[in-house]
């Protein structure tokens, strides 16, 4: 058997580090809760901690989100695909919008349920997912500031979301200046500039962010800790409130490269000989948890004397060397996980997933 556990006691205390320092700083922020795929164990957890403000990517989760929290201010995270405008508009409080005449639906739509909806326009800042150019910003806002049943409250961007573009203190003065534009050119005020996400947090710590910037959007820092510049966890939080656990469904010791001829896997990886290691043998686990439910590579043991060697579909095979640990079929190793490694066990059917203290 397999199971993610989610630990309470550091989910609350990395919750308490990160509200403090948004606090001290006038910051509003919200957390991302897609990476628990709409787990209501989990989400529960996350609710209690006493959040204001949802972000998620799934309008199912944001569902089950309103269902646990009436009160809490749902986000959509990403422009809103046509089929969905109208749950979009009665689970999302706000949504993040690139498109005209996407906006001038959620409109419609938020007339008819009589609600007013708020957008977040997000704005192409060089990583080339969503927003909006520059350059067409004034028109864009002309366009969609005075329709019915809208109200925009704020400008946003994303960073290292798909071509790895990292958030510069330049950038983030770039997008205060577009709202400085905006507020001058219609005479109003957009609450806010949602530049923050985990990824600039650093830029936080570093007394490098624009006064201007007053909104963040926070999920791996919450969960991981992580200081996405250095790779590192930030002083003061913990790396580990998920934690990995998987049986040993077989354990022997064997040659330390294959026998016969090779072909490529089922992944379409092929495997080199490294001709030192013809002779020598060691010992190997198999856990019962496979690449149907995570890719090996986001894996990190915490024995540090073990190695991950790869995975087939449901079954992961772990290098434990001289297997000094005493290691026997039926004992369960223990891993942390990257990011992506935890987005692909919460979405497995397969894993059970559980709340410690």
Same mark, same amino acid.
């Given at each position: 058997?397999?199971v ?8 609350r ?9 948004f ?6 922020? @919200? /957390? ?11 989400l ?6 006493g959040v ?5 990517? +799934? ?18 995270? =990403? ?5 969905? /405008? ?19 639906l ?11 909806? =708020? /957008?977040?326009?997000?704005?192409e ?15 864009f806002?002309?366009?969609i500031?005075?329709?019915? @049943? ?33 507020d &001058? ?10 530049? @923050?996400?985990?990824?600039? /947090?650093?830029l ?7 006064k201007?910037?007053?909104?963040? +959007? ?25 934690e990995?656990?998987?049986e ?5 010791? =064997? ?7 090779? &072909?490529?896997?089922?992944?379409g ?6 001709e +030192? ?7 190997? &686990?198999?856990?019962d ?9 986001y894996l ?10 790869? &995975? ?20 369960v190793?223990?891993?942390?996980? +990257? ?19």
């Amino acid at each position: 058997m397999a199971v993610l556990k989610l630990c309470r006691t550091k989910l609350r205390h990395n919750y308490n580090h990160l509200d403090r320092i948004f606090r001290e700083k006038g910051i509003d922020w @919200g /957390i991302v809760t897609k990476l628990l795929c709409g787990e209501e164990t989990f989400l529960k957890e996350v609710l209690d901690l006493g959040v204001k403000e949802v972000h998620d990517s +799934r309008v199912s989760n944001l569902i089950a989100i309103k269902k646990m929290a009436p009160d809490v201010q749902t986000v959509y995270i =990403k422009p809103a695909p046509k089929q969905s /405008i109208p749950d979009i508009i009665r689970y999302a409080d706000v949504s993040f919008e690139t498109e005209l005449d996407i906006i001038r639906l959620l409109s419609e739509e938020a007339v008819r349920q009589k609600v007013t909806h =708020k /957008i977040i326009i997000m704005i192409e800042m060089g990583d080339l997912r969503e927003g909006v150019m520059g350059d067409d910003l004034v028109n864009f806002y002309a366009q969609i500031f005075k329709l019915p @049943g809208i109200s925009v409250i704020g400008l946003g961007a994303n960073f290292n979301c798909l071509h790895g573009v990292m958030p510069t203190q330049d950038k983030l003065i770039q997008l205060s200046l577009y709202k400085q534009i905006i507020d &001058a050119k219609f005479n109003l005020e957009i609450p806010w500039v949602s530049g @923050g996400t985990s990824v600039t /947090i650093p830029l936080l710590f570093n007394h490098q962010m624009p006064k201007g910037v007053n909104h963040f +959007r926070i999920g791996e820092a919450l969960f991981f800790g992580l200081n996405l510049f250095t790779g590192e966890t930030f002083e003061g939080m913990h790396d580990d409130v998920f934690e990995f656990c998987a049986e040993i469904i077989e354990l022997n010791q =064997k040659p330390m490269i294959p026998i016969g001829t090779l &072909a490529e896997n089922p992944s379409g990886e092929s495997f080199e000989i490294d001709e +030192r290691l013809y002779g020598k043998t060691s010992h190997r &686990a198999i856990l019962d948890v496979g690449l149907l439910d995570i890719n090996p590579k986001y894996l990190l043991p915490k024995d540090k004397a073990l190695s991950v060697v790869g &995975a087939s579909s449901d079954m992961l095979v772990v290098e434990l060397g001289e297997n000094e640990q005493n290691y026997k079929v039926g004992d369960v190793l223990s891993f942390n996980l +990257r990011y992506m490694g935890a987005l692909s066990i919460m979405n497995s059917r397969y894993i059970a997933k559980e709340v410690v203290e």
